[in-house]
């Protein structure tokens, strides 16, 4: 099984948290923005203009995001489509943007449970569910995508119980 990549690579992203994403405006967000509508900050070629700005300009909350790679995956996987142009197909790019943020999430909570001091039939789960997840985001099984977060939400409530009941 391959080391999860959790590191956002923007250059190969379609911008989606500054598109697929809503914000509103505060301490985090200079303006407010719907999802699915360009942050009026971002160019054509998905690059934020204000980027070396942001913070000065009140954009706290884009500093602090963090895609975990989820950016860079479902624009791979929609690279081909006419999405820009296509509400449909929009649509179905930033529930995959949303679904593989949640993966990712969820996937790295795993990998960081292998530091704990967990019995072996625990570890044995986890490394099992990390291998459905490497199914599910990386590779053909995009279909399971709920099953395997329902399967690992149970498991790491499981293991918060216990952790908690040991302190």
Known sequence: ???????????????????????????QFGHDKLAGVPCHHLDDQFRCRIHARREDLGYDG??????????????????????????????????????????????????????????????????ALLGRFELVVDGPDRASAETVLTDARRFLRGLASELAAQV
Do not use: K
């Open 1 to 27: 099984m391959a080391e999860p990549d959790f590191e956002a690579r923007c250059e190969q992203c379609f911008g989606l948290c500054c598109v697929a994403l809503s914000f509103d405006r505060g301490p």
């Open 62 to 127: 884009c500093e602090a995001f963090d895609c975990l790679g989820a950016g860079q995956i479902a624009s791979a996987r929609f690279a081909g489509e006419n999405w820009r142009r296509d509400p449909a197909m929009a649509r179905r790019l930033y529930a995959e943007f949303s679904t593989l943020m949640r993966l990712q999430e969820m996937r790295q909570a795993l990998v960081t449970a292998s530091d704990l001091e967990l019995a072996p039939d625990q570890h044995e789960l986890r490394r």
